[in-house]
C-alpha cells in the first residue's frame, strides 16, 4: 500500500517536527500489516488508473479457421466488441487530531493508537467495500448502499453478477452461474463442470477453471467444504475412493461477508482467479492511492492528519464466478 505524504505549515516547529515521524511510522506500518492480511487481491483485477473513469469491455472471440483445399483463399474472421460498462472513481477521506497537549506532555499511547486505529479504518473500509459488493451480489441485488451511496452490482451484460439468464452479444443460448443447492462434495463437483462449460458471447468455449472458494464465516460451511476437500480419500465410500478434490482449491473464509449476506443463509462461490486476472470480471481500480496530509490547526494548535484517496470497484465479465446456496438460483 503506497501512501504519499506532505506536510503543511507550522510543521517545522520542534515540539510538532519531533512528532511527525514515529506518526508516519506508524501509519506506514499498519498499512503495510493490511496490504499483507487483506484478500482483495484475490478477489479482484487490482489496477491503477490515470482517468476520471474507465470503460471495461471485452472482445469476443474469432470464429476460427476454415479448411480451404489447395491454393484456396483466406476466409475473413473477425471479432467484435463485447458488452461494455463504465467504472468512475468515488472520492475516500478520512481524518483525526493529535491535540497540542498530547504532543507536547509526549503521550506514547496515544501517539501510537490514533494513527493505527487511522490506517485500520482506512484498510477496514476497503475491504468492507469489496464484502458489500460480493456480499449484495450474493443476495441476488443489482446494488448495494454502502457509506450512503449506492453502488452498481450488474455485469456488464446489466444482469446482476449472479444471474439464471446472462445473454450472449452475438450469439448462444442463456447461461445460469446462481445456483440454489447448498454446500456439499456433490454440489462443487457439478458447479465446477458447470463453470467449465462456460461460453463466450460467441458461444465458444471458454478456458474457466474454477481455483478458489469463498465463504463467510459460518462454522457449518466451514466443517462441509473441509471436509469435502481436506483428505485425499472419500470418508463416505467402503474403500476409501479417492477423492478428487483434494489439494485443487485455495479457501477463502472472508468475514467481512458476514453483514452484507442474508442472515441465516449459506452462500458459497467459486472463481476462476487466473480468468479474473486475464478477462476483468471483478475489477478495482485505485485512481488516486491514500494522500495523507498533515497540518497545525490555526484555532486549537492541534496537529491534524488529513486522508484522502480514489477508488472503485465494480463487476464486468460474470464468467470468472458462479455462486450457490442462492435464493432463487437454479438446480444443479
Given at each position: 500500500?503506497?501512501?504519499?505524504?506532505?506536510e503543511?505549515?507550522?510543521?517545522?516547529?520542534?515540539?510538532?517536527?519531533?512528532?511527525?515521524?514515529?506518526?508516519?511510522?506508524?501509519?506506514?506500518?499498519?498499512?503495510?500489516?493490511?496490504?499483507?492480511?487483506?484478500?482483495?487481491?484475490?478477489?479482484?483485477?487490482?489496477?491503477?488508473?490515470?482517468?476520471?473513469?474507465?470503460?471495461?469491455?471485452?472482445?469476443?472471440?474469432?470464429?476460427?479457421?476454415?479448411?480451404?483445399?489447395?491454393?484456396?483463399?483466406?476466409?475473413?474472421?473477425?471479432?467484435?466488441?463485447g458488452?461494455?460498462?463504465?467504472?468512475?472513481?468515488?472520492?475516500?477521506?478520512?481524518?483525526?487530531?493529535?491535540?497540542?497537549?498530547?504532543?507536547?506532555?509526549?503521550?506514547?499511547?496515544?501517539?501510537?493508537?490514533?494513527?493505527?486505529?487511522?490506517?485500520?479504518?482506512?484498510?477496514?473500509?476497503?475491504?468492507?467495500?469489496?464484502?458489500?459488493?460480493?456480499?449484495?451480489a450474493?443476495?441476488?441485488?443489482?446494488?448495494?448502499?454502502?457509506?450512503?451511496?449506492?453502488?452498481?452490482?450488474?455485469?456488464?451484460?446489466g444482469?446482476?453478477?449472479?444471474?439464471?439468464?446472462?445473454?450472449?452479444?452475438?450469439?448462444g443460448?442463456?447461461?445460469?452461474?446462481?445456483?440454489?443447492?447448498?454446500?456439499?462434495?456433490?454440489?462443487?463437483g457439478?458447479?465446477?463442470?458447470?463453470?467449465?462449460?462456460?461460453?463466450?458471447?460467441?458461444?465458444?468455449?471458454?478456458?474457466?477453471?474454477?481455483?478458489?472458494?469463498?465463504?463467510?464465516?459460518?462454522?457449518?460451511?466451514?466443517?462441509?467444504?473441509?471436509a469435502?476437500?481436506?483428505?485425499?480419500?472419500?470418508?463416505?465410500?467402503?474403500?476409501?475412493?479417492?477423492?478428487?478434490?483434494?489439494?485443487?482449491?485455495?479457501?477463502?473464509?472472508?468475514?467481512?461477508?458476514?453483514?452484507?449476506?442474508?442472515?441465516?443463509?449459506?452462500?458459497?462461490?467459486?472463481?476462476?482467479?487466473?480468468?479474473?486476472?486475464?478477462?476483468?470480471?471483478?475489477?478495482?481500480?485505485?485512481?488516486?492511492?491514500?494522500?495523507?496530509?498533515?497540518?497545525?490547526?490555526e484555532?486549537?494548535?492541534?496537529?491534524?492528519?488529513?486522508?484522502?484517496?480514489?477508488?472503485?470497484?465494480?463487476?464486468?465479465?460474470?464468467?470468472?464466478?458462479?455462486?450457490?446456496?442462492?435464493?432463487?438460483?437454479?438446480?444443479?
Amino acid at each position: 500500500m503506497n501512501i504519499v505524504f506532505s506536510e503543511g505549515s507550522g510543521l517545522n516547529d520542534s515540539v510538532y517536527g519531533n512528532c511527525q515521524a514515529p506518526i508516519r511510522m506508524f501509519i506506514e506500518q499498519r498499512g503495510e500489516q493490511f496490504e499483507q492480511t487483506s484478500v482483495l487481491k484475490n478477489l479482484f483485477l487490482m489496477g491503477k488508473s490515470e482517468n476520471y473513469g474507465d470503460l471495461l469491455t471485452t472482445m469476443t472471440a474469432m470464429s476460427g479457421f476454415n479448411p480451404v483445399g489447395e491454393n484456396g483463399a483466406y476466409p475473413t474472421d473477425g471479432m467484435q466488441e463485447g458488452y461494455k460498462k463504465l467504472l468512475v472513481y468515488d472520492t475516500w477521506k478520512d481524518s483525526f487530531r493529535i491535540s497540542a497537549e498530547i504532543i507536547e506532555d509526549s503521550k506514547l499511547l496515544d501517539l501510537r493508537a490514533r494513527p493505527a486505529a487511522f490506517m485500520t479504518s482506512y484498510g477496514r473500509t476497503r475491504e468492507m467495500f469489496g464484502a458489500a459488493l460480493f456480499g449484495g451480489a450474493l443476495n441476488g441485488n443489482n446494488a448495494v448502499s454502502y457509506r450512503g451511496k449506492t453502488f452498481d452490482l450488474k455485469a456488464a451484460d446489466g444482469k446482476s453478477l449472479f444471474h439464471t439468464g446472462h445473454t450472449a452479444k452475438v450469439k448462444g443460448a442463456n447461461q445460469c452461474n446462481c445456483f440454489s443447492d447448498a454446500f456439499s462434495a456433490d454440489a462443487l463437483g457439478k458447479l465446477e463442470t458447470k463453470m467449465h462449460l462456460f461460453r463466450g458471447d460467441n458461444d465458444e468455449i471458454l478456458d474457466v477453471a474454477p481455483d478458489t472458494i469463498v465463504i463467510p464465516e459460518d462454522a457449518d460451511l466451514k466443517k462441509a467444504v473441509f471436509a469435502a476437500i481436506g483428505a485425499d480419500k472419500d470418508p463416505v465410500t467402503a474403500n476409501n475412493a479417492f477423492n478428487y478434490q483434494y489439494g485443487r482449491w485455495n479457501v477463502i473464509v472472508w468475514s467481512y461477508l458476514n453483514q452484507f449476506v442474508t442472515g441465516g443463509t449459506a452462500p458459497w462461490m467459486l472463481l476462476d482467479s487466473k480468468y479474473n486476472e486475464t478477462y476483468g470480471g471483478a475489477v478495482w481500480n485505485d485512481r488516486i492511492e491514500l494522500a495523507v496530509r498533515s497540518t497545525i490547526d490555526e484555532n486549537t494548535d492541534a496537529n491534524v492528519w488529513r486522508g484522502r484517496s480514489r477508488f472503485n470497484a465494480a463487476f464486468n465479465d460474470w464468467r470468472f464466478a458462479a455462486a450457490g446456496g442462492m435464493s432463487g438460483g437454479n438446480s444443479l
